[in-house]
Each structure stands twice: as C-alpha cells, then as structure tokens.
C-alpha cells in the first residue's frame, strides 16, 4: 500500500498552485518551433455559449466563499514538521487586534478555491509519417522547447516514433517533460501510487481526504483527467459517509459543493448543515442549486413564494428532495433547539 510520504508533504498546499517562477531569460531551443504548437487552442475553438453560471463568477464565488466557512484554528492547525522552540509574543489589546486581522486576510489567501475546469482535449495530432526512418530506431524521441520565456502550454513538444511518424506529444507526455526541465515542486514525474484507485480507498478510510486533495493540485494539471477523477472520487467518498466538515474551512469545500450541486446530490450536505445549525449556509446551497438549475421546481416555486430561510428549505423538501423525512426531521429539531434558546 502506498504511503503518504514523509510530513513535508503537508507543508506543500500552500504553495502548490504557485505557478513556476521564470526568472532567467535566454533561449533554449532541442527542436525548431516551426509548427506553432498551441496545446489549448482545440479547447478554445469549442467554447459554447455560456447559459449557466461559471464556478469562477463573482457571485457563485461568494456563495461558497461563505459557505466554506473561516475558522482560525483550523485553517491554521498545526502540521507534522520539524520541532522547533515555540515563539511567545506579549501583545497589547491593539496589536492583539492587527495580529488576528493579519491571520483573518492570510487565512482568506489559503482558502482561495483552485479552479474547476473541464477535461482538456486529448492531442492526437500527426506531422510527418517518414517511412523511410520507420526501423532505423527502437525507442521514442522526445524534442522540446525548453525557452524560459514560453507559456507551457504553448510549449512546442514533439514525438519521433520508431515507426517514422512525428506527432505532437500527447498531454502525459508534456506534462512529464516539462516536469523535466521546468522542476515544480511536490511534483514528480511519474505520478505517486497513491492516486490509484485501490490505495485511495484506504487513505480515506484513515479521514485523510483533504491530504489527497492537496497532493493531487501539486501532481496534476487542473484540467488533467487524474485531476479531475481524484477529485470526484474524494467527493463521492465524503457525501457517501456524510463526512462534510472534513473538508469545511479548507480551500476544497467550495469545489464540492460545486460538484454535488451540478449532480443534483445536495441533500447529504443539506441535512448537514440544518444539524450544525448553519441555516444561512443551508439558503445558500439552495440559492446556488436555483442559480444552475432554474427550471427546476424548486426555483419555480421559490420564486413564487418569495421563500427565504427556513421556509426555502421546506420548498426545497418538498419539490427537490429525496430524502424529506430526513431533512423535516432535522429541521424540526432546529426549530425546538431555536425556540427553547429564545424562551431563555
């Protein structure tokens, strides 16, 4: 069984979607740019029109900005690392305060959501089919444009096979060439066997699903299918055993709800947060639900009603969910916990 690697693994999410410095300027060209290879260019062109928010847009960003939550201690809970001698600061009342807005604005840097993207084409483009080498070699030749200047994904990278055949690299062979000469790290070149499937169940077992997450930006491009696959099982997992708050107050919450909205699979997480007593957060995930999928009943009848609160989740219930005792029984509990605190 794979292992997690030594604790320095946890140091690295902070800094895993830092995108590689390139300082140096100078040129360093294994193989003439002549074709013009643009990876995303294929993505580009089969851009539709866009009729559904976007996980980026300002208010879907707002959304799960508060429904991910902001709690300190969490956000920055100790890490296995090197032991070293504890600092003790004597603070006054004032600089108490500017120190905890200092943490509240980093902690706001550390929550930042990595993107959610869709699954990049595969390249399958062939340049040459030179018959007359087909033989001459047994081995694939790799030609790379390593200039510092140039965007990876415009990277020029193309494959001589045995065969005779130049094609362009296909995404996994980019990905560990430019790993090669453009070392990021955290990032190896032949992805860790923790990613395959059966050690992935046994990681989250153990309730580290968050380390996987946050191996899996530093591995993989966002828009890679082992990204995306690693992600979507890790969710699967959570909204399976109803570990929500694992996730909560991290970077990942907002990409989760992302998903289980996008699959109509909220009620899980909806029970959830009626049990914490985190009803805005409740109306938020319904507000969003409304925001992908408009004509859903749900959002027919809420609009209607001019439902708010607690009286849209009930219409959620009624017209959305498939588990309504379990969201009524949950909701009832709230409101005998709320009544009894505000007859104190």
């Known amino acids: 069984m794979a292992s997690l690697g030594a604790p320095w693994w946890r140091c690295l999410w902070r800094r895993a979607a830092a995108p590689l410095a390139l300082q140096r300027p100078g040129r360093a060209l294994l193989w003439s740019r002549g074709y013009g290879q643009d990876a995303g260019s294929e993505a580009d062109k089969k851009k ?41 600061k004597l603070m006054t009342e004032k ?36 018959r007359i080498l087909e033989g001459t070699e047994t081995v694939k030749y790799v030609f790379t444009d390593i200039t510092y200047s140039t965007p990876h994904r415009e990277r020029f990278i193309v494959v001589r096979e045995p065969s005779g055949v130049l094609r362009k690299a296909t995404w996994e062979e980019r990905d560990r060439m430019i790993q090669a000469y453009f070392l990021r790290e955290g990032r190896k070149l032949v992805p860790p066997p923790i990613f395959k499937d059966e050690n992935l169940k046994t990681v989250f077992h153990e309730d580290r699903h968050e380390d996987v997450l946050n191996l899996c930006i530093a591995q993989f491009e966002p828009d890679s299918a082992n990204y995306i696959r690693v992600h979507h099982q890790t969710y699967e997992d959570i909204d399976k055993h109803g570990k929500y708050d694992l996730l909560r107050s991290t970077r990942h919450f907002g ?38 999928h408009p004509d859903c009943q749900s959002a027919k009848e809420a609009k209607k009603e001019e439902a708010h609160g607690v009286d849209l989740i009930k219409v959620f219930m009624k017209t959305e969910s498939k588990k309504v005792g379990y969201i009524e029984l949950a909701l009832q509990a709230y409101q005998e916990a709320w009544a009894s605190s505000a007859a104190l």
């Open 255 to 292: 990409g989760m709800v992302w998903y289980l909205i996008n699959r109509k699979k909220t009620d899980g997480l909806l029970i959830d947060m009626i049990q914490r007593n985190l009803i805005d957060d409740a109306t938020c995930l319904i507000n969003l639900y409304h925001m992908l």
């Open 95 to 130: 600089q108490l305060a500017e120190a905890t807005r200092k943490a509240i604005e980093e902690a706001k840097e550390l929550l930042k959501m990595p993107p959610v993207l869709s699954e990049r084409e595969p390249i399958d483009d062939v340049l040459a089919e030179d």
């Open 48 to 88: 539709a029109e866009v009729t559904k928010p976007c996980f980026m847009d300002e208010l879907v960003q707002s959304l799960l900005s508060k429904m991910t939550g902001l709690d300190l201690q969490k956000v920055f809970r100790p890490i296995k690392q090197d032991l070293k001698p504890p600092t003790y």
